[in-house]
């Protein structure tokens, strides 16, 4: 199994970003997909779901109705759109399906 995040990026208050993950080794269709994020010196908290349809099942309070969850099935890929970015966004976004998780991806809102 292989999750390999992208997107990340130095990204300015207010701004967007889109974040994807590849994923492969596993049957991609079948199954929800999440992504997480972890701040410095903060436990890692889940951001969004998405099901394996393509509804999303959950968004933290944070993010909802900034961030959105989408997966796109013939391509393995499950993104996140962020919106009207914060400082506080700023974390390592991951990948995640099971138990297992990509490298991340690091996000940086700042001036």
């Known amino acids: 199994v292989q999750l390999v995040e992208s997107g990340g990026g130095l990204v300015q208050p207010g701004g967007s970003l889109r974040l994807s993950c590849a994923a492969s080794?596993?049957?991609?269709?079948?199954?929800?997909m999440s992504w997480y994020r972890q701040a410095p010196g903060k436990e890692r908290e889940l951001v969004a779901q998405?099901?394996?349809?393509?509804?999303?099942?959950d968004y933290a309070a944070s993010v909802r109705g900034r961030f959105t969850i989408s997966r796109d099935n013939a391509k393995n890929t499950v993104y996140l759109q962020m919106n009207s970015l914060k400082p506080e966004d700023t974390a390592i976004y991951y990948c995640?399906?099971?138990?297992?998780w990509g490298k991340g991806t690091l996000v940086t809102v700042s001036s």
């Open positions: 998405i099901n394996r349809a393509g509804v999303s099942i």
């Open positions: 995640n399906w099971m138990n297992y």
């Open positions: 080794g596993f049957a991609f269709r079948n199954y929800a």
